[in-house]
């Protein structure tokens, strides 16, 4: 299908072509002019930019003041600026300040109650923003932004979880209406974001005891395993951590957000075993990229993978899509480990390219992340060899 073809049928974009025709109709109709179409064209503009924006600052006012876990702030899209750390968060700027984002879960008791009260907290922001657009009704800028803002919000307050993106009417809705297995399993959240912050400043002996404390809680559930192989990954035993995952999926029919997740793990550890020579090549590798293309097609964001993908090319010998692809991943990594673990897989693109003076210049800001991530040590031993 030819690409303008595929573009007709992208909810956003008959979205906003009928929301063109209606302010061109309206504006028109009302004696304003091309300068009035163009105001509100751009009111609507921003209405859908500032609006998510506005419900997001909600979130993480409540999620500071209810005491939930915030982990990275990403203000902006694009480049790279630079990141700050304010206590135990991280804030990254990037070129476009047009969206927010933020890493955000469960710490303490009680979870659910928390989580609710910060997604009404964000809803209420919205409300605000949207309703006061409006009170400018009459003005042609205002004529686009009221109903450009008050859709997005609407929009926002569907229930929807996906990889990556929890709306507000998921916390509004959908979170209090769990059963008590899916109940569980989010509570279980606020013990791997613990161990995930001990993971990311190296602590792994007092990461494990989180892990061994929540598998005493909570030993079936899908957050109980993903840390158990979080925890294997973090030891350099790719294999173990594979056969875990695996298994896993054999024997249950995970939700599909939990399947993405899963099969984004599977194929970054299924290609880590086989760089590690920890399981074979040809048996292993075929497997993770079936799963890598199956975690993007479930609807896992395939820049997110970029790393992943990287590491695929690497172990196919295309070594300069490696590079662009660990170089993306890198950029756009939202934790010390995973860019510390891009990071590596670049420097081995480069080594495979015989560029070494760049490996050891990638590597070099890789350790000054994480030294001790198995994959960046692995990287430090070859080229250690190499001289």
């Given at each position: 299908m030819?690409?303008?073809?595929r573009?007709?049928?992208?909810?956003w974009?008959v979205?906003?072509t009928v929301?063109?025709?209606?302010?061109?109709?309206?504006?028109t109709a009302?004696g304003?002019g091309?300068?009035?179409?163009?105001?509100a064209?751009t009111?609507?503009?921003?209405?859908t930019?500032?609006l998510?924006?506005c419900t997001?600052t909600?979130?993480?006012?409540?999620s500071?003041?209810l005491g939930l876990r915030?982990?990275?702030i990403?203000f902006?899209?694009?480049?790279?600026l630079?990141?700050v750390?304010a206590g135990?968060?991280e804030v990254?700027f990037?070129t476009?300040?047009?969206v927010?984002?933020a890493?955000i879960?469960p710490?303490r008791e009680p979870?659910?109650?928390?989580?609710w009260?910060?997604?009404?907290?964000?809803?209420?922001?919205g409300?605000?923003?949207?309703t006061?657009?409006?009170?400018?009704l009459g003005?042609?800028?205002w004529d686009g932004?009221?109903?450009?803002?008050?859709a997005?919000l609407l929009?926002q307050?569907i229930?929807?979880?996906?990889p990556?993106?929890?709306?507000t009417?998921?916390?509004?809705f959908?979170?209090?209406?769990?059963d008590?297995g899916?109940a569980?399993?989010f509570?279980?959240g606020?013990?791997?974001a613990e161990a995930h912050a001990l993971?990311q400043?190296?602590?792994?002996?007092?990461?494990?005891?989180?892990?061994?404390?929540l598998g005493g809680?909570?030993?079936?559930?899908?957050t109980a395993?993903?840390?158990r192989?979080t925890?294997?990954e973090?030891?350099?035993?790719f294999d173990?951590a594979?056969?875990l995952?695996?298994?896993?999926?054999?024997?249950?029919?995970?939700?599909r957000?939990?399947?993405?997740?899963?099969?984004a793990?599977?194929?970054?550890l299924?290609?880590?075993a086989?760089?590690?020579?920890?399981?074979p090549a040809?048996?292993i590798?075929?497997t993770a990229?079936?799963?890598?293309h199956?975690?993007v097609?479930?609807?896992?964001?395939?820049?997110?993978l970029?790393?992943?993908?990287?590491?695929l090319?690497?172990?196919q010998?295309?070594t300069?899509?490696?590079v662009?692809?660990c170089?993306t991943?890198?950029?756009?990594?939202t934790?010390?480990?995973?860019r510390a673990?891009n990071?590596?897989?670049?420097?081995?693109?480069?080594?495979?390219?015989?560029e070494?003076?760049?490996?050891r210049e990638?590597?070099a800001?890789?350790?000054?992340l994480a030294?001790?991530w198995?994959?960046?040590?692995?990287v430090?031993?070859?080229l250690?060899?190499?001289g």
């Amino acid at each position: 299908m030819h690409p303008w073809l595929r573009l007709l049928g992208k909810p956003w974009f008959v979205a906003a072509t009928v929301a063109l025709v209606v302010l061109t109709t309206v504006e028109t109709a009302l004696g304003n002019g091309a300068l009035g179409v163009l105001a509100a064209v751009t009111g609507a503009l921003l209405g859908t930019i500032v609006l998510p924006m506005c419900t997001r600052t909600g979130l993480l006012l409540g999620s500071f003041l209810l005491g939930l876990r915030v982990r990275h702030i990403v203000f902006g899209a694009g480049r790279r600026l630079g990141t700050v750390r304010a206590g135990q968060v991280e804030v990254t700027f990037r070129t476009l300040p047009v969206v927010l984002s933020a890493d955000i879960g469960p710490r303490r008791e009680p979870v659910i109650a928390r989580c609710w009260t910060a997604g009404l907290v964000s809803a209420l922001f919205g409300v605000v923003v949207a309703t006061a657009g409006w009170f400018g009704l009459g003005t042609p800028f205002w004529d686009g932004f009221a109903p450009a803002a008050t859709a997005v919000l609407l929009y926002q307050l569907i229930p929807g979880r996906t990889p990556l993106r929890t709306s507000t009417g998921w916390l509004l809705f959908g979170l209090p209406r769990q059963d008590a297995g899916r109940a569980r399993e989010f509570r279980a959240g606020a013990y791997a974001a613990e161990a995930h912050a001990l993971l990311q400043r190296g602590e792994l002996d007092r990461a494990q005891a989180v892990v061994d404390e929540l598998g005493g809680i909570a030993p079936d559930s899908h957050t109980a395993l993903s840390c158990r192989v979080t925890m294997h990954e973090a030891r350099g035993e790719f294999d173990t951590a594979t056969m875990l995952l695996l298994g896993q999926l054999s024997e249950q029919q995970p939700p599909r957000r939990e399947m993405c997740y899963m099969l984004a793990g599977l194929a970054g550890l299924g290609l880590a075993a086989a760089e590690a020579g920890q399981l074979p090549a040809a048996d292993i590798v075929p497997t993770a990229e079936r799963a890598l293309h199956d975690s993007v097609r479930l609807g896992f964001p395939a820049f997110e993978l970029s790393g992943t993908f990287g590491l695929l090319a690497l172990s196919q010998g295309e070594t300069a899509e490696a590079v662009r692809l660990c170089g993306t991943g890198a950029e756009y990594s939202t934790s010390t480990t995973s860019r510390a673990d891009n990071l590596a897989t670049l420097a081995r693109a480069y080594m495979a390219e015989g560029e070494n003076g760049r490996a050891r210049e990638t590597l070099a800001e890789a350790e000054r992340l994480a030294d001790w991530w198995p994959r960046v040590r692995s990287v430090r031993e070859r080229l250690d060899v190499v001289g």
